[in-house]
């Protein structure tokens, strides 16, 4: 399941929190303790061995993949899926609600204790997950009883179907519930932030599939669900392999793409403005006099100033435009999408004109061995370029975009230039 972590909370203490989020918060949980005791029922000795059963293969699971979590952890900041799903679904469908939440506890705190209390997880954000966790398995328990139970039979249409509601239930109430509190604590949160990427997303699903399985394994072939292991455990190095590829696309001083990553994301690009014969622009950026910043006051104060301009780039631009950092103090920026004619250039050159003038407003505070140092009089110096008008390749827009920036700073620097169109050959000219 995944830990809900708001990159702008700070780790969302939950004292600090909005009075919206704490009562989101506490509400969830409230509500998730009325439904145990709502359906507190005495299980039978065999539904005492299941949910036992269940938690010890949860436990093996568990440190079975402990390093490959803990790498994976160290691999990205984001959050991710611990794939605990397997079991604490399969709980809710074969237990009776009071055991299987005992189960989704007792995997939950087997978590805690392995990986997200090293992590430094907070634990009042481990157990908002947990809630969540049980009121998806109590909403995925009342679709499997109400279409009649587990299937019974080769052909079982209604359980079948039942399964499959019940997998789409479990995963839409826990991405609705931490999409919420991910909401309440952050002022601004885009689509991917609030519900994750969509392959995250499909590998939630895949794992609670394979849940769905390994309950019915176990409704008719106990001894199947030693199967079940072997993929999970590849879903986990797959993940990790994933996330691994991220942290090679990522300038590690910015948190936006390297050069190499831009580059490809920016082909991929203009070939789709191509196909569509659309309006894309490309934006570089250069600090002013940076230089000055590392000689003044050290590299690692740089460094510091490097991310605090990556984060402003990243908060003035859209979703979906394609941020990156080239080295040294340069960034770039994508602008996919942008309206044909006279209105596409207008808003290109209204967002280098605001990146611009959030970069001369900004202030950055840095901790140093002598208090708190403000770094300010910060500037940038902009030149863009249009695709199709100055370039149809992003070889090409690239260096108008370059030839504007050097104008830029020739002329004084803090300012935005823009190209003119380029002479492209037709093919048959060329021949």
């Known amino acids: 399941m995944d830990e809900p972590s708001p990159p702008t909370s700070g780790g969302w203490d939950l004292w600090r929190l909005p009075a919206r989020a704490v009562a989101l918060v506490l ?3 409230v509500a998730a303790v009325a439904v145990v005791i709502a359906g507190i029922s005495v299980p039978t000795p065999g539904a005492v061995g299941l949910a036992a059963f269940l938690t010890l293969l949860s436990v093996v699971h568990t440190e079975l993949a402990t390093g490959i979590e803990r790498i994976r952890r160290r691999a990205a900041e ?9 079991w604490t679904f399969a709980a809710a469908l074969l237990l009776p609600p009071v055991l299987a939440t005992a189960v989704i506890a007792a995997v939950y705190l087997h978590l805690w204790q392995r990986v997200w209390r090293p992590a430094k997880v907070p634990l009042h954000r481990h157990v908002y997950t947990t809630a969540t966790v049980v009121l998806a398995a109590y909403a995925a328990n009342a679709v ?13 249409v209604a359980g079948v179907a039942g399964i499959g509601l019940a997998v789409l239930l479990y995963v839409l109430v826990n991405t609705v519930l931490v999409a919420a509190v991910i909401a309440c604590t952050s002022e601004r949160v885009g689509v991917r932030e609030l519900l994750g990427r969509w392959d995250d997303n499909a590998l939630e699903v895949a794992t609670v599939c394979m849940g769905g399985l390994a309950a019915v394994a176990l409704g008719f072939t106990p001894g199947l669900i030693a199967l079940v292991l072997p993929p999970i455990l590849v879903l986990h190095r797959a993940v990790l392999v994933h996330q691994l590829e991220e942290v090679a696309c990522t300038d590690a001083k910015t948190g936006l793409l390297n050069a190499a990553a831009w580059q490809v994301q920016g082909a991929r690009t203009v070939r789709q403005v191509h196909r569509s014969q659309g309006t894309a622009a490309v934006l570089i950026l250069d ?4 230089k000055l910043v590392n000689d003044s006051h050290g590299h690692l104060v740089g460094d510091d100033v490097l991310a605090a301009v ?3 780039l990243r908060a003035t ?3 979906q435009d394609v941020v990156g950092r080239f080295g040294g103090e340069e960034f770039v920026v994508l602008l996919p999408d942008l309206p044909p004619g006279p209105s596409g250039d207008t808003e290109m050159r209204a967002v280098a004109e605001r990146i611009r003038k959030r970069v001369a407003c900004l202030t950055v505070p840095v901790g140093t061995p002598d ?8 500037s940038v110096s902009v030149g863009g370029a249009a695709v199709p008008t100055d370039g149809t390749s992003l070889e090409q827009v690239l260096n108008a975009a370059d030839a504007s920036l050097y104008a830029a700073k020739r002329e004084g620097r803090n300012l935005v230039r823009f190209a003119g169109p380029v002479e492209v050959p037709s093919p048959r000219s060329a021949t």
């Open 310 to 312: 990556a984060a402003e």
């Open 27 to 29: 509400g969830v949980e």
């Open 144 to 156: 499997v009883q109400g279409a009649g139970g587990l299937p019974t039979a080769a052909v079982d």
């Open 371 to 378: 208090g708190v140092l403000t770094v300010r009089g910060l």
């Open 78 to 86: 984001t959050s991710y899926f611990d794939l605990s799903s397997v």
């Open 317 to 319: 631009v859209r979703e």
């Open 287 to 290: 600090l002013d006099h940076f």
